[in-house]
T-cell receptor
Framework: EAGVAQSPRYKIIEKRQSVAFWCNPISGHATLYWYQQILGQGPKLLIQFQNNGVVDDSQLPKDRFSAERLKGVDSTLKIQPAKLEDSAVYLC??????????FGPGTRLTVT | AQSVTQLDSQVPVFEEAPVELRCNYSSSVSVYLFWYVQYPNQGLQLLLKYLSGSTLVKGINGFEAEFNKSQTSFHLRKPSVHISDTAEYFCAVSAAGNQFYFGTGTSLTVIP
């Protein structure tokens, strides 16, 4: 079974530029999560989808971050414009049921 | 709301020695508890989880954890560590099994 795929793996941009990350969850997993993991911290939930609907986006900075999950499968997370404090690893996870999460390898974003 | 405290940010230990990584949680409701491991440049991988039943939970790679409700703790242990156990370890809590809150992580370094 293929795991959660993410791309790109690494991205370096200048502040005020925009960036997009892509996630392909495990086939059949209805729930998809985006986490932000700042260096030295644990993952923080940004947004949770159930199929193509948003379950929780209370910690998503909506003035600059947006996310969508088209057709309940792939998802994209966008930052526009980026700030220095957005430098982090962005993790995507998918879940087939409660109590389970499968993580992708993450995208490491550096904002200069 | 739930929260997790990992008391030790870094734990060095000699190879073949035992190790304990500490985790305390805070919640006003019953919770489910998890330990994840993150190897460099990889996503998180589930080590073990406590949902109900026996308070001693066994996971992969020889790890185990004990749920202590009175002390609100879920410490991770391994009787004899290997070089390959060097990684970042995260404790996580969930009240309903579909939203997870992570601690700040403990960096385990196994010294040859």
């Amino acid at each position: 079974e293929a795991g959660v795929a993410q791309s790109p793996r690494y991205k370096i941009i200048e502040k005020r530029q925009s960036v997009a990350f892509w996630c392909n969850p495990i086939s059949g997993h209805a729930t998809l999560y985006w986490y932000q993991q700042i260096l030295g911290q644990g993952p923080k939930l940004l947004i949770q989808f159930q199929n193509n609907g948003v379950v929780d986006d209370s910690q998503l900075p909506k003035d600059r971050f947006s996310a969508e999950r088209l057709k309940g499968v792939d998802s994209t997370l966008k930052i526009q414009p980026a700030k220095l404090e957005d430098s982090a690893v962005y993790l995507c996870a998918s879940s087939p049921q409660r109590y389970e999460q499968y993580f992708g390898p993450g995208t490491r974003l550096t904002v200069t | 709301a739930q929260s997790v405290t990992q008391l030790d940010s870094q734990v060095p230990v000699f190879e073949e020695a035992p190790v304990e990584l500490r985790c305390n949680y805070s919640s006003s409701v019953s919770v489910y508890l998890f330990w994840y491991v993150q190897y460099p440049n990889q996503g998180l991988q589930l080590l073990l989880k406590y949902l109900s039943g026996s308070t001693l939970v066994k996971g992969i790679n020889g790890f185990e954890a004990e749920f202590n409700k009175s002390q609100t703790s879920f410490h991770l242990r391994k009787p004899s560590v290997h070089i390959s156990d060097t990684a970042e370890y995260f404790c996580a809590v969930s009240a309903a099994g579909n939203q997870f809150y992570f601690g700040t992580g403990t960096s385990l370094t196994v010294i040859p």
